[in-house]
Structure formats: C-alpha cells, structure tokens
C-alpha cells in the first residue's frame, strides 16, 4: 500500500490527515490499524459503527454466528467452516473518533457531507459533496455489482426496506462523478440507484415464486436462487441476502416465518400449507 501511494505522491507518514472508514466490513476496516500506525491520523466512523465493530472483531466467540447459519437450515459442519473464515477477529485501531450525520469534513480537493446510508451495513456512510458534485459511494451503489444486502446475526431488522428507502432518498442528489467501494466510477447515479431497485423487486418476486411451491427453510431457497458453484462464503452470503428478502415479504405479509421444531425456520405463503 506505501508504494501505491508513493507512486501517486503520497507519503503516508507526512501526509494523511484522517482516516474516514465507511463501515465495518474487513475489506474496509481491516486496514485502518496498519495505516493508523503508519501516519498518526484519526481513524473515524459513525459513532454507532464504532461500538458495532467492536462489538464484531474484538470477540472470537463464532458460536452466535453458526447458530444463525444453522437456525436458517445450513449444514453444521458447513456453518463451522464458515465462521472459521468470517469471524475470526481482527484487530482494530487502538482509537477511532466517532463522526456525524450532516457533519463536513475536507477530503483533500473536496468537502464530503457525511450521509448515513444504511441497508448494506447498518451503519454506513457515504460522503457528498454537493459544490463539486462528487459521491463517494462506498458500498452502497456499485456499477457491475449490486451490493449485498443481508440479514445476518447481527444485522437491525428490515435490512432491504432500510435500503430500498435509503437508495429512493438519494435519487436527485446533485452528483455528477460517483467514486464507489467497488468496481469502476460512474456517472448517472438516479439511473443506477433504478436499476438496483429494480433488481431487488424481481429477486422479491422470484422468491416469492420458490416457497408458494412450498414452504421451504432460507437455505433451501438460497440453493434456489443462486444455483450457481458458491464458495463457503459465497453461500453464506448468499444465505443472508436470502433472509433480507424473506423478511422484507414476511414485512409485506405476503409470506410467513414458522418455526415447526423449536430449532428450524421455514417460510411459507401466507395462509399456504
Ligand atoms: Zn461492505
């Protein structure tokens, strides 16, 4: 990472003045220690994310994240396998200085208005600035991908509704160059954030469609939907963004969670068999 940025210019040890992470996901955060170590700089976040990572990466118990996994129909020793990957710890930087909604902060050539935007992370933020039209997306609307939205162990409730509503709150924002987490930049964001939308309404249909068959447990109807050869963790996320949408029709009242044993969760139509 020093060679990138002295390649660009940039000496970390001179010349970063804060470290502004979006949220806390590892391929976001898990740099921030090394980089915190190298230049001195804050590393900053929402306040709430704060405590949210701490909460994540500073405990090695897998043990609430394998029950998640099986409770929603995954295989134990496959569950097991998982965690060992997702949730070991990592370690954070010794201090993080919390940010705010609305606050402003300066980002070397622009001025970056804090937003929450929540569904992929609970809490996320991306950075506008409204003079030069500038967006940096985060993980919150990416060009090739659509982000994942998922319901994980620890994740608030109606994670895609959050989403859904946070995505609609951005359309019209005056932004000309989008910088996301991800991929490359863009430029028409209200175009993006209506294509994402739209792919969340045909995901909620075809879901919809695999447990009027009958009803089936979340990890069934991930295999449904996403055929293809997944990856432990693949599946897993596949998994998660399985229940963002089960929950989100269960919240419609299309559909209905059950518990038929004590240890195993179906969804099915509503008023179905
Ligand atoms: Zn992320």
Not at 23 to 42: F, I, T, V
Not at 88 to 114: D, Q
Not at 126 to 155: F, K, M, Q, Y
Request: hydrophobic share 40%; aromatic share 6%.
């Amino acid at each position: 990472m020093g060679g990138g940025a002295r390649s660009v210019g940039c000496d970390l040890r001179r010349d970063v003045v804060r470290i502004v992470v979006t949220h806390y996901h590892p391929d976001h955060l898990g740099a921030a220690r090394w980089l915190q170590e190298r230049s001195g700089a804050p590393v900053m976040m929402l306040e709430k994310e704060i405590q949210h990572a701490r909460e994540i990466w500073a405990s090695s118990d897998p043990a609430p994240f394998i029950e998640h996994l099986t409770r929603n129909g995954m295989d134990r020793a496959l569950a097991e396998k998982a965690a060992a990957g997702m949730r070991s710890s990592m370690s954070l930087p010794k201090e993080m200085a919390p940010l705010r909604e609305g606050e402003k902060l300066e980002l070397g050539a622009i001025t970056g208005r804090v937003l929450h935007a929540e569904g992929h992370a609970d809490y996320q933020i991306i950075l506008h600035d409204e003079v030069r039209g500038v967006l940096l997306a985060a993980d919150h609307v990416l060009l090739r991908i659509t982000p994942n939205i998922g319901l994980w162990s620890d994740t608030e409730p109606r994670p895609l509704a959050r989403y859904l509503e946070s995505l609609e709150e951005l359309r019209g924002l005056p932004v000309d160059l989008v910088l996301p987490g991800h991929g490359p930049l863009f430029h028409d964001l209200d175009d993006r954030i209506g294509e994402l939308s739209l792919h969340h309404e045909e995901r909620l249909e075809e879901m919809r469609r695999v447990i009027e068959v009958s009803p089936k447990e979340p990890f069934e109807v991930s295999r449904e939907v996403f055929r293809y050869g997944l990856s432990v963790y693949e599946q897993c996320f596949a998994l998660a963004e399985t229940l963002a949408h089960l929950d989100y029709l269960a919240d419609e009242g299309h559909t209905e969670r059950v518990e038929d044993v004590p240890s195993r969760i179906l969804y099915r139509t509503k008023g179905g068999g």
